[in-house]
């Protein structure tokens, strides 16, 4: 007998939509990567083991048949993926990672797209490289997130991300990097570069008298937030919505 399929389906863009073709045994509505619960509370001892098994298996399955990575709504243990290449488009758009996740390291050759996606425990992107876009917008880092050494090819979107602790240590920028109205609540470790020289635009007030802060350049804007923290190193406590798009000099 032909077994069901999971009923999870997605529609927004990227990838326009998504219906997930996991088989589940029959009067099951949703597979293990679906199921809000499977990884709750005391399930997730439980099954953290399992799931990241059969994330590992799915990822190499979508890898050998040149597939994109589609891991959209999946709710996720604590993932290592340090060094991974990942050479396909990949979508992480609305999942949920309940444990430690380490792209440390890790290339993704296409577009990353992590839209909507929750990072409830520390997450490692130090010194990955995102070669096309990455785009995280809307995204909930509610542990520290960690892009210290990361290299961003393309657009890097940041865009309304709700950041709790996050180091950007060192970090290259060779298009634009959006963060308009992204929120910092507690640390934010800024050493942003720029092989392009950029400035700081408020998208949503035209007209607005625009501070003269965001007038700075990348690293100009790093120098002031150093001279004015009251940190010996270069951590730069903030709490506030910054509404800034970085823009080429004309
Ligand atoms: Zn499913």
């Not at 993926?81 to 993704?108: D, M, P």
């Not at 995280?136 to 880092?141: H, L, V």
Request: glycine content about 4%.
């Amino acid at each position: 007998m032909l077994l069901p399929t999971c009923q999870y389906e997605w529609y927004g863009y990227p990838p326009s939509n998504f219906k997930c073709s996991e088989l589940v045994p029959e009067g099951v509505p949703q597979c293990t990567f679906h199921d809000k619960n499977y990884l709750k509370d005391d399930n997730y001892e439980k099954h953290k083991e399992e799931v990241a098994r059969r994330f590992r298996e799915k990822l190499k399955e979508y890898s050998s048949n040149n597939m994109p990575l589609q891991f959209i709504g999946y709710c996720l243990p604590e993932i290592s993926l340090e060094r991974e290449q990942l050479t396909e488009l990949l979508y992480f758009n609305s999942a949920t990672f309940y444990g430690t996740v380490n792209f440390s390291h890790a290339t993704f050759s296409e577009e990353a797209y992590f839209i909507g996606t929750t990072f409830f425990k520390g997450t490692h992107f130090n010194d990955a490289t995102f070669s096309k876009g990455a785009n995280f917008f809307e995204a909930k880092f509610l542990g520290e997130a960690h892009f210290s050494g990361a290299t961003f090819s393309g657009v890097a979107a940041f865009q309304l991300v709700k950041f709790s602790r996050v180091y950007f240590r060192a970090a290259i920028f060779s298009e634009y990097g959006l963060f308009a109205s992204a929120e910092f609540f507690k640390i934010a470790d800024l050493e942003l570069y720029s092989t392009k020289k950029h400035t700081f635009l408020e998208p949503n007030s035209p007209g607005r008298k625009i501070h003269p802060l965001l007038k700075l350049n990348f690293l100009e804007m790093l120098s002031l937030l150093k001279r004015n923290s009251t940190k010996k190193h270069t951590l730069v406590e903030l709490h506030f919505q910054i509404e800034l798009i970085f823009q080429e000099y004309s």
